[in-house]
């Protein structure tokens, strides 16, 4: 039961993550994950556009591998680096603000390399 689970899980990321790279193919999408305590983890999706502006957040949250993404609209519009001073300001929550400083980390990598402009040509 649990394997079929954690297959149904995968399968939803695997969903999520290509329909958010093909509605916003100008985009860099970034992920990030936290572990947490006693098995609760958070998963982060979050799409930026070429100025570095947050399209869309997306969070998936809890213990059961029968969690879904949700929207996270409150980011939406944000520059990374505004979301970046809000998760690391103190009483944020924990968990949450690693997974999303790992997603915006993979994005600021990505735009640096250049691999964007390289794909977009």
Aim: hydrophobic share 40%; with cysteine.
């Amino acid at each position: 039961v649990q394997s079929a689970g954690v297959w149904l899980q995968m399968r939803h990321y695997q969903n999520t993550f290509t329909a958010l790279r093909t509605q916003w193919s100008d985009g860099v999408l970034g992920a990030g994950a936290a572990p947490g305590r006693l098995g609760k983890g958070v998963i982060v999706l979050i799409v930026v556009d070429p100025q570095q502006t947050v399209r869309r957040l997306c969070t998936m949250q809890g213990r059961s591998v029968f969690t879904q993404f949700k929207d996270r609209h409150d980011f939406d519009g944000f520059a990374i680096s505004d979301v970046k001073s809000i998760v690391a300001s103190p009483g944020y929550e924990r968990g949450l603000g690693i997974a999303i400083s790992k997603a915006i980390e993979q994005i600021e990598k990505v735009t640096a390399s250049g691999e964007v402009a390289r794909a977009a040509a």
